[in-house]
């Protein structure tokens, strides 16, 4: 089953509300775009519009209504396979992030049996562009002809993938007009350089997510979910997931701890996503690794909170004293723009999109190990000064590089490129 994302469900939103944020080139570029892209017919197709649901669904609650107000006809569908696809997925996504275990012949199966019956569900559809989002629908142009030309965009971090899954996978990417990567180390060696493109994610500076809150706005919802606002907080937005490395996180606050009793750990991944069937494992491992320590929190499902997601991150995003994420792979990592956009002192993994957007030492620092964070938290805890500084320049930097109107302009260029190559 196939199911359209309707524009009800998607907030409004117009280009000229984010003039201030971009420089006039980049929008008259958008402006120029705009004019040449009017009409043509663009549909996205991933798995989850749900808020929290992971980087995919953010940025295309904001991506989907820009390009709309850029004039063209865009459509957003999600797809809804049937029993264990998802499983099958997660595989795939965790084998291209370099898990050793191999797709077992009957999981391609599944896959491939799968792909076929959903590409069924789309062929009545038309587009000048298809965007699929990552590896769940890769396989829909290669079972519906109708979805061309279609651009790839994989959102994972691609270091260093499984060989065997890149082998099994190679046919079908081929079948993509083009692929776009986070980061240039992301290509696969041998990949024409024709076909792939580079850029990056980025947030919305306009959702409630990312609007500016007062830190005593803040204070006061994590006080009503239990902690103690005199004392120091810690936290991890994330999908309870073991690439987001959630243990890692809460070993570092207990050596951290040690130095600076007052401080409490906030991990939040609210989980409403299908398409994510293991979060509810690493959720109660977490739950378990926390157990006898009272200032440690952990949100996980959104129906026993007061507060919606927006609101919940952006108070834990703006009222903690320390972000943290401590991913072992990470695609890009919005969870660090949006806190660093808060202008807080970010400690990410020494990985993936996270060394896109950390500088270490400039706006935040990069960790390879539980020790390192650990240290690098009670740094940042003790020297109020050296926080402010990281942080100023940490929303600098998103506002340069990782705003949306910059992903807006990326998509729009790519779009034109991708229709005039095909009247060639
Ligand atoms: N997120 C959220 N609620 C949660 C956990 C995460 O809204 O409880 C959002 C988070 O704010 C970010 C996105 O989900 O916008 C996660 O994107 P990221 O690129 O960090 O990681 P991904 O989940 O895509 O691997």
Known sequence: MIEKVEDSQITERKIKSYK????????????????????????????????????????????VPLMQDAGLEVEWWKIRPGHDFFEVTKN???????????????????????????ARDFEALSADTWIIHDPQPLLLPHFAKNIQPAILRLHIDLSKPNQKTWKFLQPFLDEYKRIIFSRH??????????????????????????????????????ENLGMNPEKLIVAQVSRFDVWKDPLGVIRAYYLAKKEIPNLQLVLVGLTLAADDPEAREVYEKVKKYARGDADIFAFYNPRELQYDNNTLINAVQTGSDVIIQKSLKEGFGLTVTEAMWKKKAVIGGNVGGIKLQIRNGFNGYLVDSEEECAERIV??????????????????????????PRLLRDYLKLIAETISARKV
């Open 92 to 118: 795939i996504h965790n084998t291209l992030q370099g898990d050793k275990v191999d797709l077992t012949p009957a999981e391609k199966k599944l896959y491939l049996a799968e792909s076929k019956k959903l």
């Open 185 to 222: 180390e992301y290509v696969f060696p041998g990949f024409s350089s024709k076909k792939a493109e580079v850029f990056s994610p980025a947030i919305d500076p306009l959702t409630a997510k990312n609007e500016p809150m007062k830190k005593e706005a803040a204070r006061m919802i994590l």
């Open 20 to 63: 201030h944020f971009m420089k006039p080139e980049l929008w008259s570029e958008i402006q120029m775009l705009a004019v040449k892209l009017k009409g043509k017919k663009i549909i996205h197709v991933n798995t989850t519009s749900h808020r929290g649901g992971g980087g995919v669904a953010e940025i295309l609650h904001s991506l």
């Open 379 to 404: 740094k940042i805890l003790k020297d109020k000064k050296l926080a402010s500084l990281l942080g100023k320049r940490a929303k600098e930097s998103v506002q340069e590089h990782f705003l949306a």
